[in-house]
């Protein structure tokens, strides 16, 4: 039954243009753990097709999207309809093999207005964007990072591709241990993720250098038709002064708007992130997570592994 729903998923997304990159199946399969689809009906002979990642830690079964699928957009059998309580009862269903379960959807499906249970949830979170229209978006930069572009372009920094995957990796990974961050993706993955982006024509590596060619920030954007997407960014703390990473992202933002895309930060939720990325907009898109315990007390106990634990 589940290869019939999973097939019935893969031809529909693989014939649809508009659909999110990260709903893409190719894009699924790039990710660290095996994923099954669910279908729930909702109104007579409607229903909606949702991807969903299995995993365990210790003794419990869960369900959460993996750290390179940001957000899916639910697929509609038939035409969309108006979502009813029975959702739920068919969502609960379905997911009742877990103790925990979770998903972000680039659509609500309405269910704000909906009855919810105790042991479930919505949870709004914010991605910035600057839309491909917003021909001015310059002008909505903070007076920071006008400083430091300005800064990047008397210091002569150039915006220049990178061909060189294993080049980027070393560097990115180099960047991310002099700030002390944790990278959540191994170098298998990363070379994963840019080969299929150029087999399927949607990504870029982009750099900023100076003239002795250091590299003072870089990243891996990839796109749909509808917006480019920041998946892999980081900057040289040393070289940070120089504002090349505001120099790289107004660069990406610029040529996001050559290929007629928004460009989508994919993020914000996290304070500190998000009051970087609003230096350069106040423009977002909103996000609904939806979560369900099986039980209602593990609530504290999820949220406790999910803050200290990486799953």
Known sequence: MQNKIKNRYIEIANNDDNLLIFNK???????????????????????????????????????????????????????????????????????????????????????????????????????????????????KFNSDVKRLINKSKSNRLLFKSINDVEYFIKKYNQNLTNSKKKNYFSNKQIKKVYEKLKQHKCGKIFGVFDEKNNLHSCALIAWDMNDVYLIFFSSNNALKKYGGSCFLIERLINFSQKINRNFDFEGGTIKSIGNFYMKFTTSFKELHQMDIYKYKFLKRLFNFYFKYWKF
Do not use: M
């Open 25 to 139: 199946p190719w894009w699924l399969d790039l990710q660290d753990v095996n994923w099954k689809v669910i279908e729930i009906p909702y109104d007579n002979q409607k229903s909606i097709l949702i991807p969903i990642f299995e995993r365990r830690k210790f003794f419990f079964k869960y369900s959460v999207l993996p750290n390179l699928v940001h957000k899916i957009c639910p697929i509609y059998i038939e035409n969309k309809g108006a979502i009813e309580n029975k959702f739920f009862d068919n969502l609960f269903l379905k997911t009742k093999e877990f103790l925990y379960f979770s998903i972000t959807l680039f659509e609500n499906l309405n269910l704000k207005n909906i009855y919810k249970k105790n042991n479930f949830e919505i949870v709004t979170s914010k991605s910035y964007f600057v839309n491909k229209k917003n021909k001015d978006y310059k002008n």
